[in-house]
């Protein structure tokens, strides 16, 4: 077995909040560090002047050095282009839930090889800018044909799938003369034979729980057949308005609920109230090693999405009232080509420190183990002995270089499972 020494690491941002910290309290930041990989796994963690021998050696430089990002919310099954309805909402148009179907369009009308190039090209993007742990959902297909291979092709190359069939109500359901039907018809094939065919391809469910989309008690229906079929849950909530999202999320153990830009103090409070945390203060949560174990529990997760915040010119999310309440946090892209169409974690680590309040611990922490623990996954998001060898090497020598040089090129090299990507 070959090993590999990732030495003279100026900031080794471990996340392991039981680890004596060199700064950041509880993220375990450890100075003048190293770190040593096999077989794609962490097998040493530690001072570079303690470090044992290993067959291979990369020096990094004197830079900081993270656990890859874990990017818990991305669209990224779809084609066609939405770049008119971005500049007429940089012109004054706000955002509404419609958009979707214009990429539902385009999306059904691409090959499977495209879609699945597509993705391909966009999760190397990802890799490139530090994500090593991507989750995607379905949701630009909306028959069942159209959700079955969204589903199956995300499954050829992220993470975590997760099957929003409760996106949209596709046009063809208008309730019109001549439609398929009304959108209780529509619920009720998500709900049915659309769940069935997509359940073996996933590992959550989803639904975009606002005004133009799915209201509280069809949102109920897609999440408490989801759960029947065995899938984790996720939301889509309170992202335009106090959609009742977040009180759903909690009441049906979502493993999190996302935008939040919306909140109510009895939100917040609901959310803070899902999290236990050992006598050690960690966040109690039964995540999976190796892989999603979507139906584990723990907290529900609020997942803020900067980047679709700017892109929607929506007032953030209000991390620090959350953080404040004792919530667990998450950081994610919402890569789409309709709110954020962007993979860039850099970028959305830093507009959360520098707009909304958040510590660099706070946002690096949110960015790595908060969207792990919103993917109920144990062994990425850290790097502590046992864990994926996913380090994100930044070009620098401290990890505040995120916020302190928004736009620059941050990121160095990637390693993903102890290898370069390239
Ligand atoms: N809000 C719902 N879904 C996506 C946007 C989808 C779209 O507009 O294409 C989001 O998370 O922002
Ligand atoms: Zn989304």
């Not at 946002?363 to 969207?371: I, Q």
Request: charge should be negative; include cysteine; proline fraction near 3%.
């Amino acid at each position: 077995m070959t090993t590999t020494l990732f030495t003279n690491i100026s900031e080794l941002w471990t996340m392991d909040p039981l680890r004596e910290s060199e700064g950041a309290k509880g993220a375990g930041v450890i100075r003048d560090a190293a770190l040593v990989a096999e077989n794609g796994r962490v097998v040493w963690v530690g001072k570079a002047a303690d470090a044992p021998d290993a067959d291979a050696r990369e020096d990094l430089g004197g830079r900081a050095v993270l656990p890859g990002w874990v990017d818990s919310h991305s669209h990224m099954v779809f084609d066609g282009d939405r770049s008119a309805e971005f500049e007429a909402r940089m012109a004054g148009e706000s955002y509404a839930a419609g958009g979707i179907q214009v990429t539902t369009d385009a999306t059904r009308s691409a090959s499977d090889e495209r879609l699945s190039r597509l993705l391909g090209d966009r999760v190397r993007a990802a890799a490139l800018g530090g994500t090593t742990t991507m989750e995607t959902k379905t949701g630009y297909g909306l028959t069942v044909e159209d959700e079955v291979r969204s589903a199956a092709i995300a499954r050829d190359h992220v993470d975590a799938v997760t099957f929003l069939g409760a996106h949209l109500v596709p046009s063809e359901f208008n309730g019109e003369k001549g439609s398929r039907g009304t959108a209780e018809d529509y619920v009720d094939l998500v709900v049915g034979e659309m769940l069935t065919q997509v359940a073996p391809h996933v590992d959550f469910i989803d639904v975009f729980c606002e005004k133009g989309a799915f209201d509280v008690e069809q949102s109920r229906r897609v999440l408490d057949a989801g759960k029947a079929a065995g899938l984790g849950v996720r939301v889509h909530g309170n992202q335009l308005g106090e959609s009742g999202g977040v009180q759903l999320a909690v009441e049906t153990g979502a493993a999190s609920v996302d935008h939040v830009n919306f909140l109510s103090q009895a939100d917040v409070e609901a959310l803070a109230g899902t999290v236990s945390r050992d006598s050690d203060g960690q966040v109690e949560v039964d995540a999976g090693e190796g892989g999603a174990r979507p139906t584990g529990s723990g907290p529900t997760v609020a997942t803020i999405l900067p980047a679709c915040d700017i892109s929607t010119r929506m007032p953030f999310a209000p991390a620090r009232e959350l953080l404040d309440a004792g919530a667990v946090v998450a950081i994610a892209s919402n890569l789409n080509p309709g709110t954020s169409f962007t993979s860039a974690m850099n970028f959305c680590v830093g507009t959360a420190v520098l707009q909304q309040h958040m510590s660099l611990a706070e946002a690096l922490f949110a960015a790595t183990r908060g969207g792990a623990i919103a993917l109920r996954m144990a062994d990425v998001g850290h790097l502590t002995v046992g864990a994926r060898a996913d380090l994100h090497v930044l070009d620098a020598p401290a990890a505040i270089h995120l916020a302190y040089r928004p736009g620059m090129p941050m990121t160095w090299k990637v390693f993903a499972r102890g290898a370069e990507v390239k």
